[in-house]
């Protein structure tokens, strides 16, 4: 409809420029310029394909995080909700601060009251006593066999009940970035050999895509897993376990051939999603438990800071 009443004026006006005299024509064709300009920017590429699957293997090139439920319903609301979750808006943050004062102590009548025991039987069983610390929760020592979670590659090394697990596997995510970003730690036994069993695991998996695509093509993928932010503080996981020996090899092979871009991402893509647990059968969340285990998931992620 815009486009159309400007149209009408643009070709009054290239007849007779004295169009543009009337009162308020020149305000009406740059507001309808700028309607058109607006409208045009919300009309999709219509060559343009959308694949939800191979944008959420992109991000999580990225965020190294993906729940089992997420893979084949990328598409679903459920899953975009979910995944906004990770990342809150600006926006949201500050209003959330403007109205912490009012809804902070509502939280701690109605919510956490009830849960008071809850909270003391937790710091009760779950506080130890470090030499020259002190006191200190137990999921911060990110001990896998104490409070590792079957499912995650630490099977048979743990001796954790459904009471002692990190939910989702915190214990395990503390203790690779933990050691990644301290490359000088000495970790436990228990530790050393979980971290070792991750190790292998990621090379097994990129050897076996190199194997399978006999070229591994330069992509948005390969170049985030590859690239480190900062040297001090690297992000990238895989990058820092399978760098090393292999590092010129897959420079080599990147240079080498630019095609088959999309199978290599979903090679590549399997061996990040390596480190989440891909058919867990086991059900965690008792009823008994359900809030402990939250409370032992804020501990561990305190435990990776």
């Not at 007779?16 to 020149?26: M, N, P, Q, W």
């Not at 190199?210 to 900062?230: C, E, K």
Request: aromatic share 8%.
């Amino acid at each position: 409809f815009a486009g159309s009443i400007l149209a009408v004026l643009i070709a009054l006006t290239i007849y007779d420029e004295d169009v543009l005299a009337v009162e308020h024509v020149l305000t009406t064709v740059t507001i309808l310029g700028v309607a058109v300009t607006v409208c045009r920017s919300f009309i999709p590429d219509q060559h343009l394909v959308f694949c939800p699957e191979q944008l959420l293997r992109v991000i999580l090139a990225h965020i190294h995080y993906m729940p089992d439920h997420w893979q084949g319903n990328a598409h679903r609301y459920e899953t975009r909700d979910e995944f906004a979750q990770l990342f809150q808006y600006k926006a949201v943050f500050i209003l959330e601060e403007l109205l912490s004062p009012i809804v902070t102590p509502l939280i701690l009548i109605f919510c956490l009251r009830p849960k008071a025991l809850e909270i003391i039987d937790f710091f009760r069983n779950f506080t130890v006593e470090v030499v020259g610390v002190g006191d200190t929760c137990s999921f911060a020592q990110m001990d896998v066999r104490q409070h590792g979670h079957p499912a995650w590659m630490s099977a048979g090394k743990t001796e954790a009940s459904i009471y002692q697990q990190a939910e989702d596997g915190k214990t395990e995510l503390s203790l690779m970035h933990f050691a990644i970003t301290n490359p000088h730690w000495q970790p436990p036994r228990e530790s050393t050999a979980f971290i070792g069993l991750l190790k292998e695991r990621v090379h097994r998996d990129s050897s076996l895509a190199l194997a399978q695509q006999a070229v591994l093509p330069d992509n948005a993928l390969f170049t985030s897993i590859q690239s480190l932010q900062s040297e001090s503080e690297p992000h990238s996981l895989i990058a820092n376990v399978i760098a090393g020996s292999s590092a010129l090899g897959y420079q080599t092979i990147r240079d080498a051939q630019t095609s088959r871009h999309l199978s290599a991402v979903s090679e590549v893509a399997s061996a990040l999603r390596s480190f989440s647990p891909l058919q867990s059968t086991q059900t965690i969340h008792g009823s008994s438990h359900a809030d402990g285990a939250q409370h032992r998931g804020h501990g561990a992620m305190t435990g990776s800071g």
